[in-house]
Nanobody, 123 residues
Framework: QVQLVESGGGLVQAGGSLRLSCAAS????????MGWFRQAPGKEREFVAV????????YYTASVKGRFTISRDNAKNTVYLQMSSLIPEDTAVYYC????????????????WGQGTQVTVSS
């Protein structure tokens, strides 16, 4: 089992920045690719970004490229999502997830999920 706990969400004005963190425990963190997903009210959960075990691969959904950066610190068992130039459309609950695959981009691939953290961007 892998336990994941997100933090860092909040209310921010459009154009602002937030950094989300996801702390993992339970199993060897470096054995897992880590993804970020988000779900807005009334919408399906969507992929945001993923980072491979050794940070060698990263992928982003098109709408966040150039604005969001995913990173990880295997020594701290933590993955981050630095979000900049935030827009109201980024408002959602953000979830981190872990999986042993290389860098999955579909929610169904992931075995472990955090409880989510709310991000609200005001216009």
């Amino acid at each position: 089992q892998v336990q994941l706990v997100e933090s860092g969400g909040g209310l921010v004005q459009a154009g602002g920045s937030l950094r989300l963190s996801c702390a993992a425990s339970g199993r060897t963190f470096s054995n897992y690719a880590m993804g970020w997903f988000r779900q807005a009210p009334g919408k399906e959960r969507e992929f945001v970004a993923v980072i491979s075990r050794n940070s060698g691969l990263t992928y982003y959904t098109a709408s966040v490229k150039g604005r969001f950066t995913i990173s990880r610190d295997n020594a701290k068992n933590t993955v981050y999502l630095q979000m900049s130039s935030l827009i109201p459309e980024d408002t959602a609950v953000y979830y981190c997830a872990a999986d042993e695959a290389i860098a999955p981009r579909t929610a169904s691939s992931y075995d472990y999920w955090g409880q989510g953290t709310q991000v609200t961007v005001s216009s």
